[in-house]
């Protein structure tokens, strides 16, 4: 099939042949084969922006064909978009498994392991060999990256690190549910960072959006049984470090890191924070993630390696899904999907660590959950900058 560069440009839906002397036959109909691997293919194209052409624009450059043929409309195409919903659908499911496991074997380690820093750097650690296995594989390009890129992308692994490391610290101290109520405050924060660091001013609509979810996360936290000032402030740190993230990503990296999509972009940022928290670890916590401190310290040796591995697995493997699904999907649909993972996570964690729950801290949590969904909803109302 050729490129879109190909095609000469014409009315849509118009016929065009070359050769005025040779009759328009009936088109050929274009046929598309969509597989598994075609829908990875085609996830990694849309991570490199290669897809960006509008439906419209795509279907003119269809119709009007190349090299003096006359090619029918993709009629196909439903056949491939089912397909594209149905491994959407999957990656969707993936996300939210992924990130169940995590917080549960999360939870579980840090319970008996009390060490914050080295859980996360294990995470890292795991995250790091990941990259590494799919570079060396070609299971993803491995990116050509320069040293002021590395410069560029420095700022976001020391924020990435610091906001994974403060919602272990959290996620030690508080229930699941706690943690993650407290972190549907990402919103107030994305706006008042927006605001203060771009300029970007919010709606009053989007501004109206934020009072349930900051009276919402205030009710939980009133009535939450778990609740520490350490684990509710180690929470909120979270919430901002992120948050800086993506401002950050923002202001620093665009037209910086073109040639860098987001699969490779969150691995090198992975592979990045290893090396940032490696000093930290060693000058506060030291290596206890050891088999001769861990059985010294009268703990099920296997169980807890074992449970740290597989959370460090499952965090690195939901936030790689996270950013496949950002490539196929519209950033507020993403944001819903993310409302509806947390809801998700906090009623499993309830149900699996059979965590305590009053009907008003239930009734905060949905208050703050439904200001978030009406925060990405509205998100939509932002007014687009006039073009000249």
């Known amino acids: 099939m050729q490129s879109a560069a190909a095609f000469r440009p014409c009315p849509a839906g118009q016929l065009v042949s070359r050769n005025p002397s040779r009759p328009l036959l009936p088109a050929r109909p274009l046929r598309v084969s969509v597989s598994a691997a075609g829908s990875v293919a085609t996830t990694r194209a849309l991570a490199l922006g290669l897809l960006s052409a509008s439906p419209k624009s795509r279907q003119r450059q269809v119709s009007c064909g190349a090299a003096g043929d006359a090619v029918a409309a993709p009629t196909a195409e439903e056949g491939g978009g ?29 319970k008996v392991f009390p060490y914050p820093i080295n859980i996360t750097e294990v995470q890292f650690a795991v995250g790091t060999v990941v990259s590494l296995f799919l570079w060396i594989t070609g299971i993803i390009k491995r990116p050509k990256i320069s040293g002021a890129q590395l410069v560029a992308i420095l700022p976001l692994a020391i924020v990435h690190t610091m906001g994974n490391l403060f919602t272990n610290m959290s996620l030690g101290k508080v229930a699941v549910s706690f943690t993650h109520t407290i972190k549907a405050m990402e919103p107030f924060f994305s706006v008042l960072l927006s605001a203060v660091f771009l300029g970007e001013l919010p ?77 930290v670890t060693l000058f506060t916590e030291g290596v206890k993630i050891t088999p001769t401190f861990l059985q010294s310290a009268g703990l099920n040796v296997n169980q807890v390696l074992t449970r740290s591995l597989l959370a460090g697995l499952c965090f690195h493997a939901y936030q790689q899904v996270s950013y496949m699904i950002l490539a196929m999907v519209s950033p507020v649909t993403h944001s819903v999907g993310n409302c509806v993972k947390r809801v998700v996570v906090i009623v499993t964690s309830v149900l699996f660590f059979r965590t305590p729950v009053s009907p008003i801290n239930s009734l905060g949590t949905a208050i703050a959950l439904a200001g978030v969904f009406l925060y990405s909803q509205l998100k939509r109302l932002k007014p687009k900058p006039k073009t000249p």
Do not use: C, H
């Open 82 to 110: 089912l397909m594209k919903t149905l491994w959407l659908g999957s990656l969707f499911g993936l996300w939210y498994l992924f990130n169940i496991y995590f917080n549960i074997y999360n939870k579980q380690v840090l």
């Open 203 to 279: 709606t009053v609509w989007v501004v109206v959006s934020l009072l349930p979810i900051v009276g919402g996360v205030a009710l939980a936290s009133l009535t939450e049984a778990s609740f520490n000032w350490a684990g509710f402030w180690s929470a909120m740190a979270s919430n901002v470090t992120f948050q800086s993230r993506n401002v950050l990503s923002k202001k620093l990296m665009v037209k910086k890191e073109e040639s860098l999509d987001n699969l490779n972009l969150f691995s090198i940022i992975t592979v990045m924070s290893f090396f940032v928290l490696a000093p």
